[in-house]
Protein backbone atom coordinates (compact mmCIF):
# COMPACT_ATOMS: atom_id res chain seq x y z
CA UNK A 1 0.00 0.00 0.00
CA UNK A 2 1.50 3.22 -1.07
CA UNK A 3 -0.17 6.69 0.68
CA UNK A 4 0.41 9.61 -1.44
CA UNK A 5 0.31 13.64 0.68
CA UNK A 6 0.06 16.63 -1.43
CA UNK A 7 1.11 19.91 -0.81
CA UNK A 8 2.41 23.17 -2.22
CA UNK A 9 -0.79 24.44 -4.78
CA UNK A 10 -2.02 28.35 -4.08
CA UNK A 11 -3.62 31.13 -5.48
CA UNK A 12 -1.02 32.92 -8.22
CA UNK A 13 -1.22 35.45 -10.97
CA UNK A 14 -0.71 34.48 -14.56
CA UNK A 15 2.88 34.28 -15.48
CA UNK A 16 4.12 33.01 -11.76
CA UNK A 17 5.48 29.98 -10.29
CA UNK A 18 4.04 26.96 -7.89
CA UNK A 19 6.20 23.83 -6.38
CA UNK A 20 3.81 21.14 -5.98
CA UNK A 21 5.11 18.49 -3.32
CA UNK A 22 4.04 14.62 -3.01
CA UNK A 23 5.25 12.97 -0.17
CA UNK A 24 4.75 9.12 -0.23
CA UNK A 25 4.56 6.23 2.45
CA UNK A 26 6.42 3.31 1.71
CA UNK A 27 9.64 1.01 1.51
CA UNK A 28 9.61 0.52 -2.09
CA UNK A 29 9.24 4.21 -3.53
CA UNK A 30 11.79 3.77 -6.13
CA UNK A 31 9.76 0.95 -7.63
CA UNK A 32 7.02 3.35 -8.69
CA UNK A 33 6.74 5.79 -11.06
CA UNK A 34 5.03 8.83 -10.27
CA UNK A 35 2.89 11.12 -11.83
CA UNK A 36 1.20 14.57 -12.03
CA UNK A 37 -2.65 14.58 -13.24
CA UNK A 38 -5.11 17.57 -13.22
CA UNK A 39 -8.98 18.08 -13.28
CA UNK A 40 -10.85 21.05 -13.94
CA UNK A 41 -14.51 21.93 -13.37
CA UNK A 42 -16.69 20.16 -15.90
CA UNK A 43 -13.79 18.34 -17.26
CA UNK A 44 -12.07 14.95 -17.36
CA UNK A 45 -8.86 14.32 -15.38
CA UNK A 46 -5.93 14.68 -17.70
CA UNK A 47 -2.32 13.45 -17.76
CA UNK A 48 0.49 16.47 -16.91
CA UNK A 49 3.91 15.11 -16.69
CA UNK A 50 5.39 11.56 -15.05
CA UNK A 51 8.75 10.33 -13.98
CA UNK A 52 9.67 6.82 -14.09
CA UNK A 53 11.17 4.95 -10.96
CA UNK A 54 14.58 5.92 -11.24
CA UNK A 55 14.20 9.15 -12.33
CA UNK A 56 15.69 8.61 -15.50
CA UNK A 57 12.71 9.17 -18.26
CA UNK A 58 10.26 11.91 -18.01
CA UNK A 59 7.20 12.58 -19.65
CA UNK A 60 5.13 15.96 -20.28
CA UNK A 61 1.68 16.82 -21.53
CA UNK A 62 2.14 19.22 -24.88
CA UNK A 63 0.69 21.19 -23.01
CA UNK A 64 3.04 22.10 -20.03
CA UNK A 65 6.17 21.19 -22.03
CA UNK A 66 8.46 23.87 -21.48
CA UNK A 67 6.96 25.31 -18.55
CA UNK A 68 6.84 22.52 -15.97
CA UNK A 69 9.47 19.74 -14.87
CA UNK A 70 9.07 16.99 -12.67
CA UNK A 71 11.95 15.73 -10.69
CA UNK A 72 11.87 12.81 -7.36
CA UNK A 73 14.19 12.18 -4.55
CA UNK A 74 13.94 8.51 -3.97
CA UNK A 75 16.15 9.26 -0.19
CA UNK A 76 12.84 11.38 0.71
CA UNK A 77 10.07 9.47 -0.96
CA UNK A 78 9.18 12.97 -2.34
CA UNK A 79 8.55 13.77 -6.07
CA UNK A 80 7.87 17.45 -7.10
CA UNK A 81 5.87 19.23 -9.51
CA UNK A 82 7.75 22.51 -10.81
CA UNK A 83 5.58 24.74 -12.59
CA UNK A 84 6.71 27.95 -14.03
CA UNK A 85 4.93 30.14 -16.62
CA UNK A 86 1.68 29.37 -15.31
CA UNK A 87 -1.51 30.16 -17.60
CA UNK A 88 -4.86 30.47 -16.05
CA UNK A 89 -5.77 27.36 -18.18
CA UNK A 90 -3.93 25.36 -15.74
CA UNK A 91 -6.11 26.13 -13.33
CA UNK A 92 -7.05 22.74 -11.88
CA UNK A 93 -7.27 20.38 -8.95
CA UNK A 94 -3.46 18.30 -9.32
CA UNK A 95 -3.24 15.10 -7.97
CA UNK A 96 -0.33 12.74 -7.47
CA UNK A 97 -0.08 9.34 -8.51
CA UNK A 98 2.50 6.08 -8.09
CA UNK A 99 2.32 3.43 -10.83
CA UNK A 100 4.32 0.07 -10.42
CA UNK A 101 6.62 -0.17 -13.29
CA UNK A 102 6.84 1.80 -16.29
CA UNK A 103 4.91 4.78 -17.09
CA UNK A 104 1.55 4.89 -19.09
CA UNK A 105 -0.27 7.87 -19.55
CA UNK A 106 -3.79 6.63 -19.24
CA UNK A 107 -5.63 7.84 -16.00
CA UNK A 108 -7.14 4.04 -15.45
CA UNK A 109 -3.29 2.49 -15.12
CA UNK A 110 -2.19 4.15 -11.88
CA UNK A 111 -2.12 2.29 -8.71
CA UNK A 112 -2.28 5.02 -6.11
CA UNK A 113 -3.78 8.55 -5.63
CA UNK A 114 -3.27 11.45 -3.49
CA UNK A 115 -6.10 13.74 -2.37
CA UNK A 116 -5.63 16.35 -4.61
CA UNK A 117 -4.21 20.29 -4.40
CA UNK A 118 -5.98 23.19 -5.46
CA UNK A 119 -3.64 25.55 -8.25
CA UNK A 120 -5.72 28.31 -9.31
CA UNK A 121 -3.85 31.08 -11.67
CA UNK A 122 -5.56 34.84 -12.17
CA UNK A 123 -5.44 36.55 -15.19
Known amino acids: QVQLVESGGGLVQAGGSLRLSCAAS????????MGWFRQAPGKEREFVAA????????YYADSVKGRFTISRNNTENTNYLQMNSLKPEDTAVYSC????????????????WGQGTQVTVSS
Open 97 to 112: AAKFGMINTGTRYWDY
Open 51 to 58: ISGSGGGT
Open 26 to 33: GRTFSSYA
